[in-house]
């Protein structure tokens, strides 16, 4: 008796011992690994603004597109037509009939916010952390990655980046601005995977 009570308790915990290793080995870089193999992404979004010197939140919605390691556009389609573009650090903004180019070096509080973004989706580890402090929170199917900006210059308008995700697909990306502006961004993503 005292051999089968043995041997059960031997089963139970071989059948439990890969679940617990599985849960030990999820954190950072098992996830950057996996947003990493992401090659391309496309999404819709809706994303609300509470801005202090605004009575009303400012609601928009429209497409992000992604091509890795550094290709990024967030298309705005509604309340008015704006198109951001972001290939490697050259930047172009096309809002109310006005196109501009430049350097994302010459807007250090934009060059923070993209960089957190983009470094997530690339998975790229080493340029998150020059960037950010980092904060990961929950598991592989429900996570959040709680960044703060190192760069003093950055973080006098951007206090906190929050990006959640299900697997490697990103479904939130909340700031926090220094001020007391929020904004949230849900994200409806499809990835290609390609060939």
Known sequence: ????????????????????????TWGLAPLMQSLAEVKAASATFTETKTMALLKTPLQSSGTLHYVAPDYVRKTVLAPTLQDFVLQKDAVTLTAGGKTQHFDLSQAPPLAGLVEGVRATLAGDLPSLQHF?????????????????PRDASVSRFLSWLSIRGSGNRVTEIDTGGARGDLSRMSVDETIDHGP
């Not at 950010?132 to 703060?148: C, F, K, N, P």
């Open 1 to 24: 008796m005292q051999s089968v009570r043995c041997l059960l308790a031997l089963g139970l915990f071989l059948a439990a011992a890969p679940r617990a290793h599985a849960q030990v």
């Open 132 to 148: 950010y402090t980092i904060a990961l929170s929950g598991d592989a199917e429900t996570w959040q990655l709680l960044l703060r």
